[in-house]
């Protein structure tokens, strides 16, 4: 199985800032990898699919790149209701594993 | 637009069994492969499995392995996971999550979720 590593888990940033979280795939998924973000008692939101195409809707200070084992998303200036909880997930392979995700708060 | 809203879920003991629904609208759920994703009180997400659009492909994480069952019903627009021989372990929110197309498991729209509690 596929285990996906997620850094850091927890971060603290202020409005404005750029911040980078980083996924790493214990075997390469090649480009199988997508950023959901999650708020407090809500589903989570598919943000980024294949490392770096941006979902429609998706501001685009949001960006995502990577191949092979190593991928970031990066958020270049945050914003208020960014603060969230981040997951990347590989869809190479069954069972199609989430990173343990990446919990951002205001500084 | 795509809703999807589960049910089915409560307090059950240990050892014993759901059926949970995800009812579909807005979309051809036909032509979807689907997906029950689950998250443990303040804990991360976890895949539990997927189905093709036909069902004729289906996937289970292997903590479930043997003891859940996803189908489906197309002329019903519904998806299900039959829980069976649950553990304390099995608590969670259990969403249903739609691929952004067949078979890719990218998961572009999700229920609400429905809670699952196992205790005695």
């Known amino acids: 199985d596929i285990q996906m590593t997620q850094s850091p888990s927890s971060l603290s940033a202020s409005v404005g800032d750029r911040v980078t979280i980083t996924c790493r795939a214990s075997?390469?998924?090649?480009?199988?990898l997508n950023w959901y973000q999650q708020k407090p008692g809500k589903a989570p939101k598919l943000l980024i699919s294949?490392?770096?195409t941006l979902q429609s809707g998706v501001p685009s200070r949001f960006s995502g790149s990577g191949s092979g084992t190593d991928f970031t998303l990066t958020i270049s200036s945050l914003q208020p209701e960014d603060f969230a909880t981040y997951y990347c997930?590989?869809?190479?392979?069954?069972?199609?594993?989430f990173g343990q995700g990446t919990k951002l708060e205001i500084k | 637009e795509v809703q999807l809203v589960e049910s089915g879920g409560g307090l059950v003991k240990p050892g014993g069994s759901l059926r949970l629904s995800c009812a579909a609208s807005?979309?051809?759920?036909?032509?979807?492969?689907m997906n029950w994703v689950r998250q443990a009180p303040g804990k991360g997400l976890e895949w539990v499995s997927s189905?093709?659009?036909?069902?004729?492909?289906?996937y289970y994480a292997d903590s479930v392995k043997g003891r859940f069952t996803i189908s489906r019903d197309n002329a019903k627009n519904s998806l299900y996971l039959q829980l069976n021989s649950l553990r304390a372990e099995d608590t969670a929110v259990y969403y249903c999550?739609?691929?952004?197309?067949?078979?890719?498991?990218?998961?572009?729209?999700w229920g609400r979720g429905t809670l699952v509690t196992v205790s005695s």
């Open positions: 999550a739609r691929d952004i197309a067949n078979g890719v498991s990218i998961f572009d729209f």
């Open positions: 807005g979309f051809t759920f036909s032509g979807y492969s």
């Open positions: 189905i093709s659009s036909s069902g004729n492909y289906i």
């Open positions: 075997q390469s998924i090649i480009n199988y």
């Open positions: 294949a490392a770096s």
């Open positions: 997930q590989q869809s190479n392979t069954p069972p199609f594993s």
